[in-house]
């Protein structure tokens, strides 16, 4: 579990940013974090400071193409 800001959902991309200044947008979010919160539409979301957990999905087990997908999220 990592510290993370959301920044933004654009374009289908929910991105984040990490304490160590690192950004990384997710193609993928976990419907049951969807559910808790949306992140898509809730403007009041942006800048919160999130525990995060995710995973690298690999597509079709070809090494280069691999897509982070959200598992988890708390706010702090």
């Known amino acids: 579990m990592r510290t993370a800001v959301f920044k ?3 374009n289908g991309y929910f991105t984040f940013w990490f304490e160590n200044g690192e950004e ?3 193609e993928e ?3 049951r974090v969807l559910k808790q ?3 898509k539409n809730d403007k009041s979301l942006r800048d919160q400071e999130f525990r995060i957990t995710f995973v690298e ?3 079709d087990d070809d090494e280069d193409l691999v897509i982070y997908r959200v598992e988890s999220l708390k706010p702090i």
Do not use: G, R
Request: glycine share 0%.
């Open 24 to 26: 990384l947008a997710f």
């Open 8 to 10: 933004s959902y654009k």
């Open 29 to 31: 979010v976990h419907p």
């Open 37 to 39: 919160f949306d992140l």
């Open 57 to 59: 999905v690999y597509e």
